[in-house]
């Protein structure tokens, strides 16, 4: 398959925005860690040291990463588009 300079310069624009996402995603992945570990399982979960509670603070952690890694690209996709509009 034949790729134009063009092409190319899409095919690299789309690379660097995985980069960025993978960076936000794991960024904000470590931080919300972090952030869980400060919380008091025992309240809520019998054994917070179990398997099952360990498996719910992994879940917890990656749905409260992916809805704020989500606002933030988003944030950042339409702060660049906002220089299409004037």
Same mark, same amino acid.
């Given at each position: +398959?034949?790729?134009s300079v063009g092409?190319?310069?899409v095919l690299e624009?789309?690379?660097q925005q995985a980069l960025v996402s993978l960076f936000v995603n794991i960024?904000?992945?470590?931080t919300v860690w972090w952030a869980l570990q400060t919380f008091k399982w025992d309240l809520f979960v019998?054994?917070?040291d179990g398997p099952?509670?360990?498996?719910f603070v992994i879940l917890?952690?990656?749905a409260i990463t992916h809805l704020v890694s989500?606002? !933030? %690209?988003?944030? !950042?996709?339409?702060?660049? +588009? !906002?220089?299409? %509009?004037?």
């Open positions: +398959m034949d790729v092409g190319n310069a624009q789309f690379g960024t904000v992945l470590v019998s054994d917070p099952k509670a360990k498996a917890i952690a990656i989500s606002f !933030l %690209l988003n944030y !950042l996709n339409w702060s660049t +588009m !906002l220089q299409h %509009l004037f």
